[in-house]
């Protein structure tokens, strides 16, 4: 890989998943999804009258939340080793409606919502009417993938990636909103190698996403 950003090597003798993780990347390889519907209600109203943007403000928690958990900023480095990145950014898809494609480009991820947000904002403009996948080069290999599906309010969804078993990074996917009873529900998918992670893992990323999102409802209502 050349050049790394920063990452430290996991410690096999001390790591409680050691078996964990070499039974589900060599004996039997295995990535689940999980897809569920997070009520966003006071996400998309505070939203809604906020010049900040959905797309984006969505982007940071998500990034917020992965960067909170180890499990979710693993890969595999040269010597076939378990590690852990010091930051993951996101890499997200951008729609081109005149050519029906997408490019995907990464930001790198800040902790202050609004600086994440001016970054990401940028790069979605330029990058519209991209007529390339990767517009920025091959993005660093401390991303993970976000897309989304306004167009879609699904209740599952699924990838299926050959070979792609030594693929630690989690992938989420986010549909348009459903407003039931009164409430906007979000689906969102979840696809995680059971290498790193389990459904404790999934269950607690997905809950830490809900109250991010309603973490940047509260910081907009106050005027943030």
């Known amino acids: 890989m050349g050049l790394m950003p920063g990452h430290r090597p996991v410690v096999l003798d001390t790591w409680p998943?050691?078996?964990h993780f070499e039974h589900y990347l060599?004996?039997?390889?295995?990535?689940?999804?999980?897809?569920?519907?997070?009520?966003?209600?006071?996400?998309a109203a505070a939203l809604a009258d906020s010049p900040l943007k959905t797309y984006p403000a969505q982007?940071?928690?998500?990034?917020?939340?992965?960067?909170?958990h180890e499990e979710f900023r693993m890969f595999v480095d040269d010597d076939d080793t378990p590690a852990v990145w010091d930051v993951v950014h996101p890499s997200l898809t951008v729609f081109n409606p005149e050519r029906e494609t997408f490019a995907s480009v990464w930001v790198p991820y800040a902790t202050d919502l609004c600086a994440f947000h001016r970054a990401?904002?940028?790069?979605?403009?330029?990058?519209?009417?991209?007529t390339e996948l990767f517009p920025q080069g091959d993005p660093p290999p401390n991303t993970f993938d976000v897309s989304?599906?306004?167009?879609?309010?699904?209740?599952?969804?699924?990838?299926?990636?050959?070979?792609?078993?030594?693929?630690?990074?989690?992938?989420?996917?986010?549909g348009r909103y459903a407003r039931?009873?009164?409430?906007?529900?979000?689906?969102?998918?979840?696809?995680?190698?059971?290498?790193?992670?389990d459904g404790f893992h999934a269950s607690r990323l997905l809950a830490d996403f809900a109250r991010e999102l309603a973490d940047v409802a509260a910081f907009v209502r106050h005027g943030g």
């Open 148 to 174: 989304s599906l306004p167009w879609t309010s699904f209740t599952g969804f699924t990838l299926d990636i050959r070979d792609g078993h030594s693929h630690l990074a989690p992938i989420i996917t986010l």
């Open 26 to 43: 060599r004996q039997v390889p295995c990535t689940f999804s999980l897809t569920v519907e997070l009520d966003v209600t006071d996400f």
């Open 17 to 19: 998943r050691r078996p």
């Open 180 to 197: 039931r009873d009164g409430r906007t529900l979000m689906p969102v998918a979840l696809q995680v190698h059971h290498a790193v992670a």
């Open 59 to 68: 982007i940071w928690a998500l990034a917020t939340v992965v960067n909170r």
């Open 120 to 130: 990401a904002a940028d790069l979605l403009t330029t990058h519209r009417s991209a």
